[in-house]
C-alpha cells in the first residue's frame, strides 16, 4: 500500500507538499497540485482517515442517524446531505436508530467512534436529557424533526401541528364532515402531533370526532391498508391519512373492493413523496420540506464545523408543510 512518502518520492515534492495538496491548501500552485495528484493516482494512495484527523481534529467525515435506511423520507434526508457535503470533499456515513432509544444511543456512540466532525440526527425515541448531554459534549450536532427545549439553535424542525391541521381544514373547506383519520404510532412525536393537528381542525368547525373513525397505523403501506378495512363500513366521505405510506395503503384497499377515490371516499396523505405523483388517482398531501431541512442541516455544519460560508449559512429552524392538490380529494360542498 502507498505511502505518503512514496507519493512525495513520485511526485518529486516534500511529504508536507502532498499534505499541503491532499488538505485543499491554497499555499499550493496549480502546477505542483497536478504533479501530486498525479502521483496519487499513479500509485493509488489512499490517505489514512484516522492518521489525518490525528494530525488536523478533523476527519472530514459526518455521521448521520435516521430510524430507517430504507424509508422514502429519510433516504431524502441522506440523498440531499450526502450530496452537498460531497461537493465539499466531506463523507457522509449513515447508521439507523429503528426508534429505540438503545439502538438510537448505540448508533450516536457508533459514530463517534468514527471519528464523526458532526451529526445529524433524526431520533425520535432516545430521550433530551441525552440529547442535551452529547450536545454539550459534542457542539457541532443538529437534531432534524425534533424540538428540545435548550437546544433550539440546533434543532431544524417540521410544524406538524399546523401541517395536519391545515389538511384537515382543507377536506372541511370542500364540504367533508364525516372525516376519518389513520394516524401514525402514537408513541412518535411526529405522529402525535400530526393527530392532534387534525383534531384541532375538527374542534375549530365543530365537527364530531367519533373513536371509531380513527385508527392508529404503523406508518406503512401494510398498516394503511388495514387500517382502511376497519373504516370502510363507517360511511366516511375523506380519510385523513398520517403519512403517504399509509395513504398508500389505503388507496390500494380502496382499489381492491372497488370504493371509488375520490368519489365515494377522498384520501389525504402528508409528506408528499415521489410515488405521491404516479398513484391512482395522484395523491393529495402535504408536502415535508425533507429536501431543504436536510440541505439546512447540511449548511448549517458547513458553516459552524468547517468555516465553509454557503448561500444559506443561516438557515430556517422551522418549516411549514404546504398543501399540494392533486386528484384524491373531491369538492362536495353544496352548489350554490
Known amino acids: 500500500m502507498a505511502t505518503i512518502k512514496d507519493v512525495s518520492k513520485h511526485a518529486g515534492v516534500s511529504p508536507a507538499t502532498v499534505s499541503r495538496v491532499l488538505n485543499n491548501s491554497e499555499l499550493v500552485v496549480e502546477k505542483t497540485r497536478v504533479k501530486v495528484m498525479a502521483a496519487v493516482e499513479a500509485l493509488g494512495y489512499r490517505p489514512n482517515t484516522l492518521a489525518r484527523a490525528m494530525a488536523s481534529g478533523r476527519s472530514g467525515i459526518v455521521g448521520m442517524v435516521v430510524p430507517e435506511m430504507s424509508a422514502p423520507i429519510h433516504a431524502r434526508f441522506i440523498g440531499e446531505a450526502e450530496k452537498l457535503f460531497r461537493q465539499h470533499r466531506i463523507q457522509l456515513i449513515g447508521a439507523s436508530g429503528h426508534c429505540d432509544p438503545e439502538q438510537e444511543r448505540d448508533a450516536i456512540e457508533f459514530l463517534l467512534q468514527c471519528r464523526c466532525d458532526a451529526l445529524i440526527l433524526l431520533v425520535e425515541a432516545i430521550d433530551d436529557g441525552y440529547l442535551k448531554q452529547l450536545a454539550n459534549r459534542e457542539a457541532n450536532v443538529v437534531l432534524l424533526n425534533r424540538h428540545v427545549a435548550g437546544l433550539e439553535s440546533q434543532c431544524i424542525t417540521l410544524d406538524n401541528l399546523q ?12 364540504g367533508h364532515k364525516r372525516i376519518g ?13 400530526r393527530f392532534e393537528g387534525f383534531q384541532q381542525a375538527l374542534q375549530q368547525h365543530q365537527l364530531i370526532q367519533n373513536p371509531a373513525w380513527c385508527v392508529e397505523g404503523e406508518f406503512t403501506e401494510a398498516s394503511g ?21 399509509m395513504a398508500f395503503g389505503a388507496l390500494a384497499y380502496c382499489r381492491k373492493h372497488g370504493i371509488a377515490v375520490p368519489e365515494q371516499i377522498s384520501i389525504l396523505g402528508f409528506d408528499d413523496l415521489h410515488f405521491a405523483s404516479y398513484t391512482f388517482p395522484a395523491l393529495t398531501t402535504m408536502h415535508f420540506p425533507a429536501d431543504t431541512m436536510a440541505i ?11 468555516n465553509i460560508e454557503t448561500a444559506n449559512s443561516a438557515p430556517v429552524m422551522t418549516y411549514l408543510p404546504t398543501l399540494v392538490s392533486r386528484d384524491s380529494v373531491a369538492d362536495i360542498s353544496p352548489v350554490e
Open 163 to 174: 401541517g395536519s391541521f391545515t389538511g384537515a381544514s382543507h377536506l372541511i373547506e370542500l
Open 181 to 193: 383519520c389513520i394516524t401514525g404510532p402514537q408513541n412518535k412525536q411526529d405522529a402525535r402531533e
Open 225 to 245: 391498508y388495514q387500517a382502511m378495512a376497519k373504516l370502510a363500513d363507517q360511511q366516511l366521505t375523506a380519510v385523513f391519512c398520517g403519512n403517504d405510506e
Open 296 to 306: 439546512a442541516a447540511t449548511e448549517f455544519l458547513l458553516s459552524n464545523c468547517y
